[in-house]
């Protein structure tokens, strides 16, 4: 059974940093591509950040690019996101989600990223 | 990239047929079969229900089907059932990939 289970979200201050961590199993890791998706409170999805299984080729929302870094450790089976230049608008449950078919077809709890003062 | 245009709510009694539609541009939804669908009850997290514009993951229930005509993709759910309630999203890829706003189906 194909397991995704986020971990790091906190709450923040506007500018801070966090990295959230994606631990994964049930499948081989290292052959499938890599996503983080968010959802704002009340809203809907919001795609953020590709990476192939390689590591090779990555991609960002225009919304986070520059503030987020998207990376995996294939050894770890984990997927990571980190996070700079944290804003109110980022404030969202982050979901790590595997690409296949291809599209996002597992998904993680999520985990809740708040940034206030 | 805009996001995908879907109604933002539906409503249906329980037996009965509703049809969510998606539309997006020639550059999304219009160019590639790489339709899905994914339903959300409050809470948990996104499921896929339909991939490929029609197909169905293993162990997803045959009432519900997706189709695409041009830019405008749609999801009908068949005999409605109260635990179909729940939000519906629809997604394509482009140069990246974008949802829809998103649909809520009350039952």
């Known amino acids: 059974e194909v397991q995704l289970v986020e971990s790091g979200g906190a709450l923040v201050q506007p500018g801070g940093s966090l990295r959230l961590s994606c631990a994964a199993s049930?499948?081989?890791?290292?052959?499938?591509?890599m996503n983080w998706v968010r959802q704002a409170p009340g809203k809907g999805l919001e795609w953020v950040s590709y990476?192939?299984?390689?590591?090779?080729?990555?991609y960002y929302a225009d919304s986070v690019k520059g503030r987020f870094t998207i990376s995996r450790d294939n050894a770890k089976n984990t997927l990571y996101l980190q996070m700079n230049s944290l804003r109110a608008e980022d404030t969202a449950v982050y979901y790590c989600?595997?690409?296949?078919?291809?599209?996002?077809?597992?998904w993680g709890q999520g985990t809740l990223v708040t940034v206030s003062s | 990239q805009s996001a995908l245009t879907q109604p933002a709510s539906v409503s249906g009694s329980p037996g009965q047929s509703i049809t969510i539609s998606c539309t997006g541009t020639?550059?999304?939804?219009?160019?590639?079969?790489?339709v899905a669908w994914y339903q959300q009850h409050p809470g948990k997290a996104p499921k896929l229900i339909i991939y490929?514009?029609?197909e169905r993951p293993s162990g997803v229930s045959n009432r519900f089907s997706g189709s695409k005509s041009g830019n405008t993709a749609s999801l009908t759910i068949s005999g409605l059932q109260a635990e179909d309630e729940a939000d519906y999203y629809c997604?394509?890829?482009?140069?990246?990939?974008?949802f829809g706003g998103g649909t809520k189906l009350t039952v």
């Open positions: 989600a595997r690409l296949g078919h291809p599209v996002f077809d597992n």
């Open positions: 049930g499948f081989t890791f290292s052959s499938y591509s």
């Open positions: 990476i192939t299984s390689s590591s090779s080729a990555i």
């Open positions: 020639s550059s999304d939804v219009g160019s590639y079969n790489i």
């Open positions: 490929e514009g029609s």
């Open positions: 997604c394509s890829v482009s140069t990246t990939w974008v």
